[in-house]
């Protein structure tokens, strides 16, 4: 069973750094997201990054403070995080996707304090 294991999470203070690692089971997937959940709030895309490593998007509202990565020898994507804020306080969840199939991590805690 295809698996995506997210680790980094924790708490911080703000202005901070995180960097968040999800490693995929198997080598399969075209493209690789970040999403987070807030509570109360709908999951939402932070950032997407294709096969070659380019990156596809990007919120708003973290760029210039998040980078998406990947590390195709070692099936693993990354995302830094920089000068953290509460507001980025959330569940953030790794997403891959290729054709006909699509996978989620478990979720990892990102909590901010101010």
């Known amino acids: 069973q295809v698996q995506l294991v997210e680790s980094g999470g924790g708490l911080v203070q703000a202005g901070g750094s995180l960097r968040l690692s999800c490693v995929a089971s198997v080598s399969i997937f075209v493209t690789y997201s970040w999403y987070r959940q807030a509570p109360g709030n709908q999951r939402e895309l932070v950032a997407t990054i294709d096969s070659r490593g380019g990156v596809i998007n990007v919120a708003d509202s973290v760029k210039g403070r998040f980078t998406i990565s990947r590390d195709n020898m070692k099936n693993t994507v990354y995302l830094q995080m920089n000068n953290l804020k509460p507001e980025d306080t959330a569940v953030y969840y790794c997403?891959?996707?290729?054709?006909?199939?699509?996978?989620w991590g478990q979720g990892a805690q990102v909590t901010v304090s101010s």
């Open positions: 997403y891959a996707w290729k054709l006909g199939d699509q996978c």
